[in-house]
Each structure stands twice: as structure tokens, then as C-alpha cells.
């Protein structure tokens, strides 16, 4: 009798991974990093704690999985606008709002990545997790590269009073990350309210950094 093929299980489905992901991101938003345990996250996900750790060996390891996925949306969100041919002061508005709504839309994600730096920073990590720390790092500095770079250009035409674009560039994207702080997600919030929350936001960072005529 000819054999049939082996239908996949629900460890080996391409999309696991990210539900997986996603549930961590979840359970440190609401436990926190230091308490959330791997039982924890499968609870979240409504699944086995095997089926967790048929794909990542500990929590540290989908803590770094949540911060790479926290900034690749961050990076699929303003890499459209970086692209267009417009004014530093017009462009840079469109990428701080995007940034705003990138944080209220993927908030778990993003909370996540401020509770964790600082304790990774200065916890017990091994060699190996401390490296890829610093490549996280780094992908989150190349990030912030994006605004300097239209800081830098502001400051080239005189659209944008600035003196100090390493300075500017962490000021501006301190007050937007700052959001996941004092953001709540509201049952009746809607998608135009989160848009007026982003651009508000955005404008009063950024009519500081305006040349005056």
C-alpha cells in the first residue's frame, strides 16, 4: 500500500514561530520580562510549553526574537517614506507619525524592547547572547540613522533649525518611544484616533526643529 505523506504537526507550521513571538511579546507586556516564564508564554499562546521550545531553547532567545520583530516593523514602516522625493521638514513629520503609530500598533513588541535592554545590559547573559544584543543594537542605531540622515539634510538647506543632529535625532526618537510608556489601547479607540495621536505628537516634536523665516 502506497504511503501517505505526514501532514505537519502544529510545531512544524511556518507560522508557529511568530505566533510564538507574538504571545512572549504579550506575556512580558503584562507580567514583565524578569517574572514571564517560558509556562507563562505557552499559556498566552494556548499551546504547550513543548511546542515553545521546539523553537526557541529559552526565554532570552525569544526576548531577542521579539526586539528583531519590534524593529522590522519599525524598519517596513518608514522605508516607503524615506524613499520619496520631498522637503527634510515634510518627510521627517511622515516618519516621526509612522514611527507614533508603529508604537501603538505593535505595543507589546515595543514595550517589550524597553523593559529588556537595560536588564540584558547589565544582567547575566552569555557570551553568545551578549552578541547578539549588540547586533540588535546596532540594527536599532541603523534605524535612527534614518532620521539623522533627514536631520542632516534639513540642516544643508536651512529647513530645519538644527545645531546638532546626534543631539536632535535622540531627543526626537527618546519623546516618540517615550509613547509606549503612557499609551493605553482603549476598547473604543479607533484607528482615525490613533492617527490624530500619532501626528499630534509628531507636529509638537517637531515645530521645534522648524527654521523660522
Request: proline share 5%.
Amino acid at each position: 500500500m502506497e504511503q501517505q505523506p505526514q501532514q505537519p504537526d502544529d510545531e512544524s507550521k511556518p507560522d508557529s514561530q511568530s505566533e510564538i513571538i507574538a504571545a512572549a511579546a504579550t506575556c512580558f507586556m503584562q507580567s514583565g520580562l524578569e517574572k514571564a516564564t517560558m509556562d507563562d508564554i505557552a499559556d498566552v499562546l494556548g499551546a504547550t510549553k513543548g511546542r515553545v521550545y521546539h523553537h526557541f531553547r529559552s526565554k532570552n532567545a525569544i526576548y531577542f526574537a521579539v526586539y528583531r520583530q519590534a524593529m522590522q516593523f519599525c524598519f517596513d514602516a518608514i522605508e516607503p517614506i524615506i524613499e520619496r522625493r520631498c522637503p527634510p521638514p515634510e518627510k521627517l513629520m511622515e516618519m516621526a507619525a509612522t514611527h507614533a503609530r508603529v508604537m501603538m500598533d505593535t505595543l507589546p513588541y515595543q514595550r517589550s524592547i524597553r523593559l529588556g535592554v537595560d536588564m540584558y545590559l547589565s544582567g547575566s547573559t552569555t557570551a553568545a547572547e551578549r552578541e547578539i544584543l549588540a547586533q540588535l543594537i546596532d540594527m536599532r542605531n541603523g534605524y535612527e540613522d534614518r532620521f539623522r540622515a533627514v536631520l542632516e539634510e534639513g540642516q544643508r538647506d536651512g529647513s530645519l533649525a538644527v545645531t546638532d543632529v546626534a543631539l536632535a535625532g535622540r531627543a526626537l526618537i527618546g519623546a516618540l518611544n517615550g509613547l509606549v510608556d503612557w499609551y493605553r489601547v482603549r476598547p473604543e479607540q479607533t484607528d482615525a484616533d490613533r492617527e490624530r495621536i500619532a501626528r499630534t505628537l509628531a507636529g509638537t516634536l517637531l515645530n521645534g526643529l522648524r527654521a523660522r523665516p
